[in-house]
């Protein structure tokens, strides 16, 4: 035998015990991330291909938050694609790479909605608010909401980013949260 195929069949054990413990939280993390099942598919085939040729060439510790880290890495690339503000995509950029995927999970994505619909309501002034609910409730491209409240596009970015500065200094971990969850839905 050649040592190729020694190499093969010493890793294949270990890439499927790893592919099974950990494909379906992979799955669920980037499908909540992007709420699109042809992406996500894509995505962890793309990091298990990934994961499979550098097994053996790098030193990885710890495979499940190696394989996390590709998922979120791979996610923010995919979502650069969306037509968002930058201030958007920053606090999505920013989001991904600094929740944990086990708290995640821990938070119904109805209790998350909510609890930061109240925090917009409580202190957003009334012609943000209102501008925040269209683009992030009603799912409104900007250009839409200029339009229908007939006002400028940069006034509609405006508001939209003084809305999520406000949300964001006042409940950093939700607004995070948030964001996966409305930029990406």
Aim: hydrophobic content about 40%; some cysteine.
């Amino acid at each position: 035998m050649n040592a190729e195929y020694n190499t093969f069949l010493d890793k294949k054990p270990v890439f499927n015990k790893v592919y099974q413990q950990n494909w379906k939280a992979l799955y669920s993390f980037a499908f909540n991330i992007l709420r699109d099942k042809e992406s996500t598919e894509d995505i962890i085939q793309e990091i298990f291909i990934d994961f499979w040729v550098r097994m053996n060439d790098t030193d990885i510790q710890n495979y499940t938050a190696y394989l996390f880290q590709a998922v979120r890495n791979q996610c923010a690339k995919r979502l650069r694609y969306k037509k968002l503000t930058v201030f958007e995509l920053q606090v999505l950029e920013e989001s991904i790479q600094l929740i944990d995927e086990e708290e995640f999970f821990e938070f119904p994505k109805e209790q998350i909605v909510e609890q930061v619909r109240q925090k917009a309501h409580e202190i957003l002034p009334p012609k943000c608010l209102d501008i925040f609910n269209l683009r992030f409730y009603e799912k409104l491209s900007i250009k839409d909401i200029a339009e229908y409240k007939k006002i400028s596009v940069s006034t509609v970015e405006n508001q939209i980013n003084k809305a999520l500065k406000m949300l964001k200094t006042e409940n950093d971990y939700f607004i995070k949260l948030l964001a996966i969850l409305i930029f990406c839905s």
